[in-house]
């Protein structure tokens, strides 16, 4: 999915930045992921797909107040459920 078009989720490594600034409390590691999006694009890292989203309320079933986690592959055209370097799907 491009950046563009996942805009509740961040977009681009700008926009992100900007929200970060917004409320720097808000996401833990989110310089480094900043980094990792701005680096990869000259490479052609311009995709992301979530490859997995969970909060600490999984495990204790308080969802109250929550600390959530997230994985995901950067890339270029990448597809739900198809993100491999080098695939063909």
């Known amino acids: 999915m491009p950046w563009s078009s996942i805009t509740s989720r961040g977009s681009?490594?700008?926009s992100l930045q900007r929200a970060?600034?917004?409320r720097p409390d808000h996401a833990?590691?989110?310089g480094?992921?900043?980094a990792v999006m701005r680096r990869g694009a000259p490479l052609g890292a311009t995709d992301a797909v979530i490859?997995?989203?969970a909060d600490s309320g999984d495990v204790s079933g308080?969802?109250?107040a929550v600390?959530?986690?997230l994985a995901a592959a950067l890339g270029s055209a990448i597809t739900?459920?198809?993100w491999v370097p080098g695939s063909t799907c």
């Open 12 to 14: 681009t490594p700008t």
């Open 20 to 22: 970060l600034n917004r």
């Open 28 to 30: 833990c590691g989110g």
């Open 32 to 34: 480094p992921t900043v």
């Open 51 to 53: 490859l997995k989203y």
């Open 62 to 64: 308080d969802k109250s």
């Open 67 to 69: 600390v959530g986690y």
């Open 80 to 82: 739900e459920g198809c």
